[in-house]
């Protein structure tokens, strides 16, 4: 079945660890996103990719880094993971068009302690 | 601020019932909105899209209306049934003519039986 997958499901890290999330598509969508999704303040753009090669900062990047070496994966780093950065972590991605729909993957369940 | 609002209270409707969603923004002259539905444990899926010069857009038993003068849309399910129950997100490009949708915190729908 064409969509997103992302791992790990649920992971629980000790702050200063580094953590990366894992992200892949295989509808041959142009741009990828990550948003993190926090009980009272809804979605929020992380990290975003046009095309392969190319990355954008959204609303919330600090304490991110992602890559795009290739259409199909777009992976998210927490270098030193801080409870803050506690959250549910959603890949999508899309068509690049006028009124882009997204499709997400079904999400990170990351605990910082 | 909130940039999108939508209702944080849970509306609680009866079965059969149409329930009515409000997505309501300022400031902003959005050239789409999307409204999106969330499932416990889910990533959002993509439900209806309806453009600026559009006023209204349905799907089976949805109906999405937009109002660019009052900067609010609508969102109807009507014959409501319990596994409509959910989670209903609205997004627009708040950079008018961005690909990418920043999304309201969403509201809560629970269709009794």
């Known amino acids: 079945i064409a969509g997103i997958t992302q791992a790990p499901t649920s992971q629980i890290l000790a702050a200063g660890r580094r953590m990366t999330l894992r992200c892949t598509q295989d509808m041959r969508h142009n741009a990828m996103y990550w948003y993190r999704q926090d009980l009272g303040l809804g979605l929020r753009l992380i990290h975003y990719s046009n095309t392969a090669g190319t990355t954008g900062k959204g609303e919330v990047p600090d304490g991110y880094s992602v890559s795009r070496a290739n259409t199909d994966d777009f992976p998210l780093t927490l270098a030193s993971a801080v409870p803050s950065q506690t959250s549910v972590y959603f890949c999508?991605?899309?068509?690049?068009?006028?009124?882009?729909?997204?499709?997400f993957g079904a999400g990170s369940r990351l605990t910082v302690l | 601020s909130q940039k999108i609002e939508q209702n944080s209270e849970a509306l609680n409707i009866q079965e059969g019932k149409t329930a009515t969603l409000t997505c309501n923004y300022t400031?902003?002259?959005?050239?789409?909105l999307q409204w999106y539905r969330q499932d416990p444990g889910r990533g959002p899926v993509f439900l209806l899209l309806?453009?600026?010069?559009?006023k209204e857009k349905r799907k089976e038993r949805l109906k999405v209306t937009f109002d660019t003068t009052l900067k609010q849309s609508l969102f109807h399910i009507t014959a409501s049934q319990p596994a409509d129950s959910a989670t209903y997100l609205c997004?627009?490009?708040?950079?008018?003519?961005?690909?990418?949708?920043?999304f309201g915190r969403g509201t809560s729908l629970i269709v009794h039986p």
């Open positions: 997004a627009l490009d708040i950079n008018r003519g961005s690909y990418i949708p920043t």
């Open positions: 400031n902003y002259s959005p050239a789409y």
């Open positions: 999508a991605s899309s068509e690049v068009s006028g009124a882009n729909v997204l499709t």
């Open positions: 309806i453009r600026e010069n559009e």
